[in-house]
């Protein structure tokens, strides 16, 4: 039976296809990217590296995950991490862009080597963030809201009292998921194609 476990080093494979395969507005990113691994080297793994007690899979029975929650509880220390302890070991495959992004693939380099465009000073007052993802077959099942609590228990009992998420503002199912869940909208002047949204990490009865 599907069961949420923490993440393992051996879940590394899973949980890249898992970003890659749901990253392109909740679909599948390889149609629209050349090389779409720059999505699970920003969005997925460097988190697992460096905050394992955050790193969540929905594990589906036989050992193989099939999504995934991650999280970083304070942003700003995240960030520093992730440039000196992340970026280096990821420069060779994804390069910075040499100038202004030109192509979709530039463009997720260029998120991918500008880690402090998570410092957004209107979330300030929830300093945790998260990232989730599951495939396609596994939504529409409760699993999401399971690995939500999941993650937020996780930060509550550190006393990490609320988090944020950025999402594409596109990705209508996503919206309406985080919705039930209890975020709400946080205000953020010019925020491009993302919306952001935050929530305590109590009321989980509520989930």
């Known amino acids: 039976m599907t069961h949420i476990r923490r993440y393992r080093p051996a879940d590394r494979e899973a949980v890249e296809d898992i970003c890659v395969r749901t ?8 149609p629209h990217y050349r090389d779409p691994a720059v999505f699970p080297a920003t969005f997925a793994i460097p988190y697992a590296v460096l905050e394992p007690d955050l790193a969540f899979v929905l594990d589906d029975g036989e050992g193989r995950a099939v999504g995934y929650v991650v999280g970083a509880a304070d942003t700003p220390r995240f960030v520093t991490a992730f440039r000196t302890r992340w ?10 862009p040499a100038g202004p992004p030109r ?32 495939l ?26 609320a988090v944020h998420l950025s ?3 596109a990705n209508k199912p996503a919206r309406a998921f985080y919705d039930r869940l209890g975020f709400h ?11 952001y949204l935050g929530r305590t990490t109590d009321e989980l009865d509520a989930l």
């Open 23 to 30: 990253a392109h507005e909740g679909g599948d990113s390889r």
């Open 87 to 96: 970026l280096p070991s990821v420069t060779d495959r994804h390069p910075p």
């Open 103 to 134: 192509t979709p693939d530039e463009e997720m380099a260029g998120l991918l080597h500008h880690p402090e465009r998570m410092l957004v000073p209107e979330v300030a007052a929830y300093p945790a963030h998260l990232h989730i993802d599951l």
């Open 136 to 161: 396609p077959d596994r939504q529409g099942r409760g699993h999401g809201r399971e690995l939500m609590r999941t993650l937020l228990q996780a930060l509550g009992d550190r006393n990490v009292p």
């Open 167 to 169: 999402m594409v503002t």
């Open 185 to 195: 909208e946080i205000p953020v002047p010019a925020p491009g194609p993302v919306t």
